[in-house]
Structure formats: structure tokens, C-alpha cells
């Protein structure tokens, strides 16, 4: 029979011996029966899907809202994009694809409305509260904020996914991290998720950018990692449109920056002499990575993606409506916290300061209602 111990044993013939297997799982907070069929992290998997911060996801700005336009990614359109791309390098990797995946889909959880305008903005109106970071807020939503079983608070994931979330890409000096051998470097199911989210929005910031007309051809000009692709596919498909040419380039991207990623960390693998999960929790901060030559190549689009789309007037002009909007709910929650929902006034506690309820209330909303919340809030015609 097919079940979860014929799966575990297969991921021991068949995974590197520096992936992480399912049967070596430190476990959850709050111990559960195993599944008969499903293996730990498959099982993660599917609760962070099923999640109410996950659907969410579907109306939480990427680079451009929402309601603008039906074509531009979302949160949720970025996070499949990176989960899909994380399964690729892991499967070449002979890594544990349903960690990876499960760190992938988690990652942006705690992302705020109005993408990383809003997570700015948050934490500077949280500096003196504790402060706020979207991993940190992806981890609490998975272990505190999530609302799904009588059993226990959160979702109750494996010790892997929650220290991948966690630790994934920022630095282990935080509280959140102390509970998660800050000495250690994050499984390499988790360090991949970095690199994929990185090709991800890059990529695809690139290909929304020239959708919407804020970037142009010359915009991009001289620009080597967006160039050779287009030049490539241009001289492939000469009779074809600029939006098939725009889309086969953009794969090109990600496939160049697939392609690096895997043999670069294959090489730092082999050369580092890597052959357990203990070997590979001793290379900080990370052993996954680009070529210098692709890190560079990476560094230069970003730089021009920066001038001339990230500082765009339209992305301005969207982050200071985000940063009105969600200072102007924040003061109002809180002059009065009763203004928001009795059940959500009812989380203060005394680990839950009023501060900390506001936060995770606003990070919780989407573009949408955090646009309808500070009209109800602010215009007199409006109903509340």
C-alpha cells in the first residue's frame, strides 16, 4: 500500500542527504496523529492554502493595486509564480519539494495591504510598539492569528516550515528567531525560497511594468539580463508581436536565473564538500545563491527597475495614498479601538498589547478594505 511510511521511505532513497525528510521532522507544537497517506510537510502544505491569510493574498497589492488593472499580479498570483519556481530548484536540488513549496506559499502572509509601501509604513507607525516585519507577521499568522482548529491557536505547522517562514531571508537577530537555533543557517528547502521569490518578482515586475506602460524599451536599455533575452527571442520569432515577445523574454529571465541558481549552489555544494542537513546548517548566512556573475547582472535590473518603475509617479502616488490610508486608520484605532470589531478588541491581552491587535488587524486587510475602512472612518457621507 501507498501510504505516508512508503512515502517517507521513498524520500530517503531518493532526497539528497542534505534535503530534509518528512520522518525527521522535529514535529508541532501541539502533537497530532500522523495522516495515513499524507506525509508532515504535505499536510502544512495544505493548511497554509486553506487559510483565510492565503485567500487574502488574491487582493493584496504586488507593485500595482488591485482594482487597477485585472492583468497585474497580486500577492496571490506571485506567490504561486515563486511556489512553482521554488519546486523546480528544489526538485534539481533533490530537495524536499513539499518543505519548500510550504515555505514558498507562506512567505508573504504577513505582507500588509499596499505591498512593501504598507509593511514601511507599518512599521514605522509600530516602531515604538514593538515594531512590525512581514516574516515575523507570517509566523504569528501561522501560530497565533490563524483561527482553524478547537485544539489549538494557528495552524499548528511543523517546526521546519515555521523556522523557514521565519528565517528564510532575513537576519536571525530578532526575537521571533530565538526559538529557532539563530546559531544555525536555515535548511536549504528554505534558503531556495529566497532566490525563487527574488526571480519571481523581478521578472515579473518587468513584465507588468512594460503591460502598463510605466516601463518602455528604453527604459530598459543597456540593461544585460532583460537585453539577451529579448534580443534572443526577437531573433527567434521575427514576425511576432511585441506582447509575445515581451512574455517568451520574460521566461527567458527566469529560466536564465533558474538555470544559475541550481548550478552555482550545486557547485558551493560540491566544493564545500555538503552531505548532510548538519554540514549544511553550519554555512551562514546561506550556501544557496546566485553566480557573482548573475548577482551582478540581478543587481542592474533591479537598479533600473528602481528608477524608472519603483519611483514611477503612478507607484508614488500609490504609496502616499497607502501611507495616508493606513496612518489615518491607525490613529484612529487608536483614539478609540472600539471603532474596530468587538472580537477583534477583545485579542488585547497581556501579550497582546492594543498596539499589536491594531497591527494585526491592518495586516490583515486587503487593498479593497483598507480603502472602504479609512472612508468609513473619515467621510461624513459615508455609512459605517
Known sequence: MRD?????????????????LSADSRGRRYPEEEHAYRMAFQRDRDRIIH???????EYKTQVFVNHEGDYYRTRLTHTMEAAQITRTIARALALNEDLAESVALAHDLGHTPFGHAGEKILAGLMKDHGGFEHNSQSLRIVEVLEERYPEFEGLNLTYEVREGIVKHSTSYDRPEVSTFDPDQ???????????ADETAYTSHDVDDGLQSGMLS?????????????????????????????RYQAVRLIIDTMVRDLIAATESRIDELGIETVEDLRKIKPKLA?????????????KARLMDRLYQHQRVRRMAGKAKRVM??????????????????????????????VIADYIAGMTDRYALEEYNKLYDPFERV
Request: hydrophobic fraction near 40%.
Open 4 to 20: 505516508r511510511a512508503y512515502f517517507e521511505a521513498r524520500e530517503r532513497e531518493t532526497l539528497a542527504g542534505y534535503a530534509m
Open 51 to 57: 487559510s483565510r491569510a492565503f485567500r487574502r493574498l
Open 185 to 195: 543557517a536555515p535548511l536549504l528547502e528554505a534558503q531556495v525560497v529566497d532566490f
Open 217 to 245: 524599451l528604453e527604459d530598459l536599455a543597456g540593461v544585460k539580463l532583460w537585453e539577451e533575452p529579448f534580443r534572443a527571442v526577437k531573433n527567434k520569432y521575427p514576425k511576432a508581436g511585441f506582447s509575445e515577445l
Open 289 to 301: 545563491g546566485f553566480s557573482e556573475g548573475l548577482d551582478a547582472d540581478l543587481a542592474e535590473l
Open 327 to 356: 496612518t489615518g486608520i491607525f490613529k484612529a484605532y487608536m483614539e478609540d479601538p472600539l471603532q474596530m470589531p468587538t472580537h477583534v478588541v477583545a485579542k488585547e491581552s497581556d501579550d497582546t498589547p492594543m498596539p499589536r
